[in-house]
């Protein structure tokens, strides 16, 4: 254990004044311990307790993470509270193997890190837990277990519903950009060594033991095709009523997880408060695209005020949900800071949202007759990133060559409006075959014919009746599938056109079924129901100006072989489409200790229009770390085919490792191949 100001393991030496760091252990009942590392005021202690946070992630404290925890652990501290990260276990340089995400040991295990920092001389024994994306999902999780320590949660861009809006399925239909990539990149993740500088000279063994029970978890997901007891286990939204903590919901416009703040606001019966802004899968104080950003921390600090000392700080009197609506503006993969205003809704919904519904025919100008949809399967080829991070090519591009591959349905727009909330489209529909999976995207087309996309919904047929079932279609007998965009907030102006564009096939998104099914909407029956925002006067809505502690001076490495964010290609020959990917997560840095740490990545996504079972998306992961007497790197790949009966996973995984001083041989820890044949059900 170190304290005062460590200059070891991707800590900061330039603390805030009054604020000390140290590393130590949790134990776990079963004698696994836990990395963690704790900032704190310098007067903490059994006579001067503080409240306690806690941030519980699988990403390493010790590197991946030590720049962003810089951010905000040492603010919080020099802000009164002990303020904690801890590595789940079997990552970072945390005991044990790693098993799944959001396992039932990786929260139980939670509970007793909760049980533990509230026991301890220095804490008042109340808990906040927060966190993006995994952290967000557990102290989620967590907080609809209920342990009694865990007072409130700050949970930024997270969901409530495992199944139906995490990277697993959306719509019901697999969702191929990350089902794929997102095992991919945890299975690259989860083979990285312990520190030796935390858990000694048996780290080489260690991570041979860890890399020998590493298993890829993209098989796993796909042989849950519904939303299963798997799917439930962890998804707050079973059971809302058990979450006692209070709840602050924050996500964005640009992430894929913002319904999930829209239902806890309406659904959880404890403190709750929501905030969407136009934020990408970032801490919306960062600076990152699209802005403006926010006093993310002071705002937060407001919460665990309230809710972990009693003190009234006015959080109780904010809206419900506050929420950001985008002007419109021309269509771009990268927006420094979006224009528009914030509004504030007293509940969620809220009297000033009016449904509009519309029947289709309306969008076409009282054209008569059914709407045949037969798209070519590379639909989605400028759909952009499903987790945008906010680099240059992340958003999607304009939509007019995807508009040109899809069925549309435009309305003029006479007088302006907003909207704020999901736009419902239920289609009336035949389909030829028993499979069929519908992508409807709503657009704002710009006089000059630019189209932006502002938000889109899928569903796979089979799941019309609901997440958990499957229910094929019958050929030639209609049925109505109702498609539930994601929610949005978006002004649109008089002279624009708003657009519905219905797709049947949306790659890399969707995963094609084994045979392309053609449909036929009929666009009288079918409608369309508008979220429209009708107050429009000013909320009063006001943030501070973010602010944040010094980050950790990390020395970012310019690639030796630099490659395009995005391209897509074409052979026009065989039909092949192929989308090539950096997806940007940080590259290559030198640490302040002297780590040096590489990390490259590419995913590539093909198909063969008209081949519904060509497609194949692969990960390529390459990482090295080297430090003063011993180094490490590994090579990993994911790729994931399938047939109309089967997927196919085939991962594979090496690893070498240096144990002494430069010119030490290199050793090959492990090489493991896994191959994994998984029956397609109903995705």
Same mark, same amino acid.
């Given at each position: 254990?170190?304290?005062?100001?460590?200059?070891?393991?991707?800590?900061?030496?330039?603390?805030?004044?009054?604020?000390?760091?140290?590393?130590?252990?949790?134990?776990?009942?079963?004698?696994?311990?836990?990395?963690?590392?704790?900032?704190?005021?310098?007067?903490?202690?059994?006579?001067?307790?503080?409240?306690?946070?806690?941030?519980?992630?699988?990403?390493?404290?010790?590197?991946?993470?030590?720049?962003?925890?810089?951010?905000?652990?040492?603010?919080?501290?020099?802000?009164?509270?002990?303020?904690?990260?801890?590595?789940?276990?079997?990552?970072?340089?945390?005991?044990?193997?790693?098993?799944?995400?959001?396992?039932?040991?990786?929260?139980?295990?939670?509970?007793?890190?909760?049980?533990?920092?509230?026991?301890?001389?220095?804490?008042?024994?109340?808990?906040?837990?927060?966190?993006?994306?995994?952290?967000?999902?557990?102290?989620?999780?967590?907080?609809?277990?209920?342990?009694?320590?865990?007072?409130?949660?700050?949970?930024?861009?997270?969901?409530?519903?495992?199944?139906?809006?995490?990277?697993?399925?959306?719509?019901?239909?697999?969702?191929?950009?990350?089902?794929?990539?997102?095992?991919?990149?945890?299975? $690259?993740?989860?083979?990285?060594?312990?520190?030796?500088?935390?858990?000694?000279?048996?780290?080489?063994?260690?991570?041979?033991?860890?890399?020998?029970?590493?298993?890829?978890?993209?098989?796993?997901?796909?042989?849950?095709?519904?939303?299963?007891?798997?799917?439930?286990?962890?998804?707050?939204?079973?059971?809302? $009523?058990?979450?006692?903590?209070?709840?602050?919901?924050?996500?964005?416009?640009?992430?894929?997880?913002?319904? $999930?703040?829209?239902?806890?606001?309406?659904?959880?019966?404890?403190?709750?408060?929501?905030?969407?802004?136009?934020?990408?899968?970032?801490?919306?104080?960062?600076?990152?695209?699209?802005?403006?950003?926010?006093?993310? @921390?002071?705002?937060?600090?407001?919460?665990?005020?309230?809710? @972990?000392?009693? !003190?009234?700080?006015?959080?109780?009197?904010?809206?419900?949900?506050?929420?950001?609506?985008?002007?419109?503006?021309? =269509?771009? *993969?990268?927006?420094?800071?979006?224009?528009?205003?914030?509004?504030?809704?007293?509940?969620?919904?809220?009297?000033?949202?009016?449904?509009?519904?519309?029947?289709?025919?309306?969008?076409?100008?009282?054209?008569?007759?059914?709407?045949?949809?037969?798209?070519?399967?590379?639909?989605?080829?400028?759909?952009?990133?499903?987790?945008?991070?906010?680099?240059?090519?992340?958003?999607?591009?304009?939509?007019?060559?995807?508009?040109?591959?899809?069925?549309?349905?435009?309305?003029?727009?006479?007088?302006?409006?907003? @909207?704020?909330?999901?736009?419902?489209?239920?289609?009336?529909?035949?389909?030829?075959?028993?499979?069929?999976?519908?992508?409807?995207? @709503?657009?704002?087309?710009?006089?000059?014919?630019?189209?932006?996309?502002?938000?889109?919904?899928?569903?796979?047929?089979?799941?019309?009746?609901?997440?958990?079932?499957?229910? =094929?279609?019958?050929?030639?007998?209609?049925?109505?599938?109702?498609?539930?965009? !994601?929610?949005?907030?978006?002004?649109? !102006?008089?002279?624009?056109?708003?657009?519905?564009?219905?797709?049947?096939?949306?790659?890399?998104?969707?995963?094609?079924?084994?045979?392309?099914?053609?449909?036929?909407?009929?666009?009288?029956?079918?409608?369309?129901?508008?979220?429209?925002?009708?107050?429009?006067?000013?909320?009063?809505?006001?943030?501070?100006?973010?602010?944040?502690?010094?980050?950790?001076?990390?020395?970012?490495?310019?690639?030796?072989?630099?490659?395009?964010?995005?391209?897509?290609?074409?052979?026009?020959? *065989?039909?092949?489409?192929?989308?090539?990917?950096? =997806?940007?997560?940080?590259?290559?840095?030198?640490?302040?200790?002297?780590?040096?740490?590489?990390?490259?990545?590419?995913?590539?996504?093909?198909?063969?229009?008209?081949?519904?079972?060509?497609?194949?998306?692969?990960?390529?992961?390459?990482?090295?770390?080297?430090?003063?007497?011993?180094?490490?790197?590994?090579?990993?790949?994911?790729?994931?085919?399938?047939?109309?009966? $089967?997927?196919?996973?085939?991962? *594979?995984?090496?690893?070498?490792?240096?144990?002494?001083?430069?010119?030490?041989?290199?050793?090959?820890?492990?090489?493991?191949?896994?191959?994994?044949?998984?029956?397609?059900?109903?995705?």
């Amino acid at each position: 254990m170190t304290d005062g100001s460590l200059t070891g393991i991707g800590v900061p030496v330039d603390l805030p004044d009054g604020v000390t760091v140290r590393d130590t252990w949790i134990p776990m009942p079963d004698g696994v311990r836990l990395h963690t590392r704790i900032w704190a005021p310098a007067t903490a202690g059994p006579d001067a307790p503080v409240p306690v946070l806690l941030e519980y992630l699988p990403y390493r404290l010790d590197d991946w993470t030590a720049p962003r925890d810089s951010e905000r652990h040492p603010w919080y501290a020099e802000h009164g509270y002990a303020s904690v990260r801890v590595d789940i276990r079997g990552t970072g340089s945390s005991d044990g193997t790693f098993d799944d995400e959001y396992s039932e040991q990786e929260l139980s295990d939670g509970e007793a890190v909760i049980a533990w920092l509230a026991a301890q001389a220095w804490s008042t024994g109340a808990v906040g837990m927060f966190g993006i994306s995994w952290g967000g999902f557990n102290a989620l999780q967590l907080a609809a277990r209920a342990p009694a320590a865990l007072k409130a949660i700050v949970t930024v861009c997270s969901t409530d519903d495992r199944y139906d809006n995490d990277v697993h399925y959306v719509g019901g239909a697999v969702l191929g950009i990350d089902m794929a990539a997102w095992g991919g990149t945890m299975f $690259a993740f989860n083979a990285r060594p312990p520190r030796p500088e935390v858990v000694g000279p048996s780290w080489v063994e260690q991570w041979r033991a860890r890399l020998a029970s590493n298993r890829p978890m993209t098989p796993v997901w796909l042989s849950h095709q519904e939303r299963d007891d798997y799917w439930r286990h962890g998804s707050a939204a079973e059971d809302y $009523a058990g979450i006692s903590a209070a709840v602050l919901a924050v996500g964005g416009w640009a992430d894929p997880y913002r319904d $999930a703040v829209l239902r806890l606001v309406e659904h959880v019966d404890a403190p709750v408060k929501g905030i969407v802004g136009p934020w990408s899968h970032q801490y919306p104080d960062r600076g990152l695209a699209p802005g403006p950003s926010i006093g993310f @921390l002071q705002e937060s600090l407001r919460w665990w005020d309230r809710w @972990l000392r009693g !003190v009234d700080t006015g959080v109780e009197d904010e809206p419900a949900l506050r929420a950001w609506i985008n002007d419109p503006e021309p =269509p771009a *993969t990268y927006y420094p800071v979006r224009s528009g205003r914030w509004v504030g809704a007293s509940s969620w919904p809220d009297d000033a949202t009016a449904p509009r519904t519309l029947p289709l025919d309306t969008l076409r100008g009282g054209e008569d007759g059914p709407v045949v949809v037969a798209s070519p399967q590379e639909t989605g080829a400028d759909a952009g990133r499903f987790f945008p991070f906010g680099n240059q090519t992340d958003l999607p591009p304009d939509q007019r060559a995807e508009d040109g591959r899809s069925v549309c349905f435009d309305l003029p727009v006479e007088e302006s409006f907003d @909207l704020l909330g999901n736009v419902l489209v239920d289609l009336v529909l035949t389909s030829d075959q028993p499979r069929a999976t519908v992508t409807v995207r @709503l657009c704002d087309v710009a006089p000059d014919g630019s189209s932006t996309l502002v938000t889109r919904g899928v569903l796979n047929g089979l799941r019309r009746t609901g997440m958990d079932a499957s229910v =094929p279609l019958v050929p030639g007998e209609p049925t109505t599938l109702p498609v539930r965009l !994601v929610s949005t907030g978006h002004r649109f !102006v008089a002279g624009h056109r708003l657009r519905l564009a219905v797709s049947t096939a949306y790659w890399p998104w969707v995963w094609p079924h084994g045979t392309a099914a053609t449909v036929t909407v009929d666009p009288a029956a079918s409608t369309v129901t508008l979220p429209v925002w009708t107050r429009s006067t000013d909320d009063g809505v006001r943030f501070e100006e973010p602010t944040r502690s010094t980050p950790l001076a990390v020395t970012r490495l310019a690639p030796a072989e630099p490659l395009p964010q995005r391209t897509v290609t074409h052979d026009v020959e *065989t039909g092949a489409w192929t989308l090539d990917v950096d =997806p940007g997560y940080g590259g290559g840095r030198v640490y302040p200790d002297g780590l040096v740490f590489h990390e490259d990545a590419r995913e590539t996504y093909r198909i063969v229009s008209g081949d519904p079972t060509s497609a194949v998306a692969e990960s390529r992961w390459a990482i090295g770390l080297t430090h003063t007497g011993w180094a490490a790197r590994l090579e990993t790949t994911s790729h994931v085919s399938a047939t109309a009966e $089967a997927f196919t996973v085939v991962n *594979t995984v090496r690893a070498w490792a240096r144990d002494g001083v430069d010119g030490t041989p290199e050793e090959l820890v492990a090489e493991h191949t896994h191959h994994d044949e998984v029956p397609r059900t109903s995705a």
